[in-house]
């Protein structure tokens, strides 16, 4: 079904309807186009994964918190899946395991206590010595004191899962209906929701608000429980690949009551993240550095991996998450009954098949027929990579496009661009063939790749030179 705003009809009637298109709706989405029941997800960009599932360090974490509540029980179901997940939806991922380092005698007693929380949670873990920890990862400080081993932890890539698990969820008859941001919610006596968006109104029997930091607005909008949301952003600096290559693990600094802190976290990409901050603020659009953020955030880094310099960082980035009252939410609205919320302030990733799962639980036990269906897809077709590929000539010989090589850092060739200019739910812009390719991923962040990429999209879009959107928001002509 196709993906583009001009195709929908002025009124559908639909099961479900998903209101956002980050990594928790599209999840939602693509489990849902498994069963009977008919779907639409509603994304106010144009493009998915436009939000913080664009800006986050990508780890699928085995823990994240203490035992007890519900978030970290959909940590634990979603760990084991990630190997087949990413096999079947051609996503990015290694499970590389992780290092918490501690700094001081304070910090190597929290590490006991988060090693009891890991074994009343049923994960994996190790306390390590100084001389272990060195070990593990050599990169790491001198100065540490101890570490705790967490060998389940693993990184992926969160813009090429998001997009995945939309394309999983076109390809099994969802609706993806972009550029649809919901401006107004209507309750029929009968209880359907109509949801107005300037793309037509969409009627549905239950609503998933997985709208991030508007989640908030939309529960207003449907008459729903007063939520509080506001954008906590997070800034990252991204280290090159010259450096990131000598990682071996995730490096994670100790925790405290109040925040996860800054760490080191090698990408599926090859490059390495040192963050995130965490400032509440109260403009979601917002997601500028500052010098002296990150000029913070990688002395931080340092403390740990001490061989870190600033000229190896080649790029930095903001991103908002949704902060909140309740850090996770997945209920129900108290006063709307086919209202369900999903929201998650930090670990949307690490939570996000169990939590689908968990999403379609709800709904059947409110009432929602949905069978699972025998048709339905469950493998997307393979998506080769250049940079990784065993065997390039091989695939040069299927595809003589991927013999030109696009972006010369990140080896992405003009078949791995051409793709995702023609997927189930397409790029549009410059950024989104990024998201899904890596594409000015690398040092020089796209001032050598940029002219090929903008060319292949235009073709693709049919824009021109001064029209072809570098941003879902923006073109290069403007």
């Keep these: ?110 590490l006991e206590t988060t090693l009891g929380e890991l074994t009343a949670t049923g994960v994996r873990g190790r306390l390590l010595s100084p ?44 609706s993806i209906r972009l550029s649809s941001p919901v401006t107004r919610i209507d309750r029929t006596d009968s209880g359907v929701l109509s949801l107005h968006t300037p793309t037509g109104t969409v009627r549905a029997r239950y609503v998933v608000n997985a709208g991030g930091v508007g989640a908030g607005a939309v529960s207003r909008m449907a008459g729903g429980e007063p939520l509080d949301y506001w954008p906590r952003k997070g800034q990252y600096a991204v280290v090159d690949r010259a450096f990131a290559g000598r990682l071996r693990k995730i490096v994670f600094c100790t925790h405290s009551a109040t925040t996860k802190g800054i760490n080191v976290v090698p990408t599926t990409h090859g490059s390495a993240l040192l963050g995130p901050t965490a400032t509440d603020h109260d403009n979601p659009r917002d997601t500028s550095t500052d010098v002296a953020t990150v000029e913070a955030l990688i002395d931080s880094a340092r403390r740990l991996v001490p061989a870190l310099h600033r000229d190896m960082v080649i790029k930095t980035f903001a991103a908002n998450r949704p902060a909140s009252d309740e850090q996770f939410r997945l209920r129900f609205d108290l006063q709307v009954p086919n209202l369900l919320h999903c929201t998650d302030r930090s670990a949307g990733v690490s939570i996000s098949p169990a939590a689908a799962d968990m999403v379609l639980e709800l709904l059947r036990e409110a009432g929602l027929p949905a069978d699972e269906r025998n048709d339905a897809t469950a493998v997307l077709p393979p998506n080769p990579r250049v940079r990784v590929s065993d065997e390039p000539e091989t695939l040069i010989r299927t595809d003589p496009l991927y013999g030109q090589i696009v972006c010369a850092c990140e080896h992405v060739s003009a078949a791995e661009i051409n793709r995702a200019l023609a997927g189930p739910v397409p790029a549009t812009s410059m950024d989104g063939v990024r998201k899904r390719t890596g594409a000015a991923y690398g040092r020089c962040q796209g001032s050598l790749c940029s002219a090929g990429i903008s060319f292949m999209t235009a073709q693709k879009t049919g824009t021109g030179p001064a029209t072809v959107k570098q941003t879902t928001r923006g073109t290069i002509g403007r």
């Design 1 to 110: 079904m196709s993906s583009h705003p001009a195709t929908v009809r002025s009124t559908d009637m639909f099961d479900v309807a998903v209101i956002g298109g980050g990594v928790l709706g599209t999840a939602v989405a693509a489990r849902l186009s498994a069963t009977s029941a008919t779907v639409v997800l509603l994304e106010a960009e144009s493009d998915v994964c436009e939000g913080a599932s664009k800006g986050n360090a990508g780890v699928a974490v085995s823990y994240y918190g203490p035992p007890g509540t519900v978030e970290t029980a959909l940590i634990n179901e979603s760990c084991p899946r990630w190997e087949d997940i990413c096999t079947r939806l051609s996503v990015p991922y290694r499970r590389l395991g992780a290092v918490m380092i501690a700094l001081d005698d304070e910090q190597a007693a929290t």
């Design 131 to 174: 001389r272990e920890v060195r070990e593990t990862e050599p990169l790491v400080t001198e100065s540490c004191v101890g570490g705790l081993l967490m060998p389940d932890e693993g990184v992926i890539d969160p813009m090429a899962l998001t997009s995945a698990f939309a394309n999983l969820a076109a390809v099994n008859r969802v």
